[in-house]
């Protein structure tokens, strides 16, 4: 059965170096195999891959599933090793993380083709550089999907779990400019003064405040210019993001008024938080399949962003799954053969159980 390929897909995805922004050659690796499997790429860009398979049936929705090609990298080659059914690697990261995904979709693919398993519209999204501010996914031209809502797998953990909340996260650069030649008051003192003002501002207890930065320099002409960055995080929706950024901004003001400094600043959304509510179609599928193969299937929660965030900001409601991997972004990440086994098995689960499931026409943009 094809669904054992994914070692083998796994193996030469691996063995494919394809650091953030370097992924040409694992992106030529699958045009290739994808056009050996006769699916066609409705979107061959920046930013990545699109491929599409055709429904074979109306009862089943469709569905879209995401992983990205590029991985964290130490600047070595991974010269990757099998151990007693554990993927390691030597010298350079594994990458796993996400090639654990890419390798568990080409695997389904082939399945597919193989046992001729009635579906909907499939769509698979190959994303490039991921690892380096999700700039992929921002790229591409997502009005060439049918699809309304689909899965994610770039999480940790074991297979079977998923998430279905996730933080926003951003960042506030301020520059506060004082010249000796028209004050005494130190720019220094100024920024710490603004820092202790906001400290006692009453945020929700869902923002999390932290400074990231603050660095101060002197130059010949008198000026003193000081750098502050905050950084933002909490489970909250942009609208509520901007309105606590304006009383945060607003301390900056009043001190540019009072104190005779000038500020600039700007505002960076690293990336935008997302809820899927737990009556949505992809949370109720999920639960479906992860009682085909009797998974515990935990509903986790992981610090950090995904092309899931961007997907979801977009309006492609986009659950985001676990697949497997420990110890990402490091020498000693490894994954198990047994975890791409299970993983492929459950994406097909995934598909076998939306029969019937809803089909989602409408944008579920917030």
């Known amino acids: 059965m094809a669904i054992s390929d994914v070692h083998s897909y796994f193996e030469n995805i691996a063995r494919i170096y394809s650091p953030s922004g370097e992924e040409d050659a694992l992106i030529q690796y699958l045009e290739a195999e994808l056009s050996r499997q006769e699916v066609p790429l409705i979107y061959n860009g920046a930013g990545g891959l699109i491929a599409r398979i055709p429904a074979t049936s109306e009862e089943y929705p469709a569905l879209f599933f995401v992983a990205h090609l590029d991985t964290a990298s130490n600047g070595s080659e991974p010269e990757v090793i099998l151990e007693e059914g554990i993927y ?20 389904v693919i082939a399945t597919l083709k193989e046992m001729e398993i009635p579906h909907g519209t499939l769509e698979f999204i190959f994303t490039t550089k991921e690892e380096s501010g999700l700039q992929g996914v921002k790229m591409l031209e ?100 901007l309105l606590e950024m304006e009383n945060v901004k607003l301390a900056f003001t009043q001190a540019e008024q009072k104190y005779g400094v000038k500020v600039g600043s700007d505002l960076h959304v690293i990336y935008p938080g997302f809820e899927i509510k737990e009556t ?10 992860l009682k085909k193969q009797s998974l515990t299937g935990a509903e986790v929660r992981f610090a950090g962003g995904s092309d899931a965030n961007i997907l979801n900001d977009r309006g492609f409601e986009t659950l985001l799954l676990s697949v497997g991997y420990e110890k990402a ?5 490894q994954i198990t053969q047994d975890s791409l086994l299970v993983l492929t098995q459950f994406i097909l689960d995934l598909l076998v159980s939306s029969r019937g499931m809803e089909v989602v026409t409408t944008f579920f943009k917030k």
């Open 88 to 107: 390691k690697a030597k010298a350079g990261f594994l990458g796993a993380d996400d090639k654990a995904g890419v390798a568990a979709l080409l695997a």
């Open 142 to 241: 997502l009005n060439r999907l049918s699809a309304r809502y689909g899965f994610c797998l770039d999480a940790p953990g074991e297979v079977g779990s998923f998430q279905r909340l996730s933080d926003t996260r951003a960042r506030m650069d301020f520059r506060v400019v004082q010249r000796f030649l028209t004050s005494n008051v130190s720019g220094i003192n100024v920024a710490r003064t603004i820092l202790h003002h906001i400290k006692q501002l009453k945020l929700p207890a869902k923002f999390h405040l932290e400074m990231t930065r603050f660095e101060g320099e002197c130059s010949e002409e008198g000026e003193e210019a000081v750098q502050v960055e905050l950084e933002l995080t909490g489970c909250f929706l942009l609208e509520e993001l």
């Open 280 to 289: 949505h179609p992809s949370v109720k599928l999920a639960k479906r399949a």
């Open 329 to 333: 972004h490091s020498e000693n990440e």
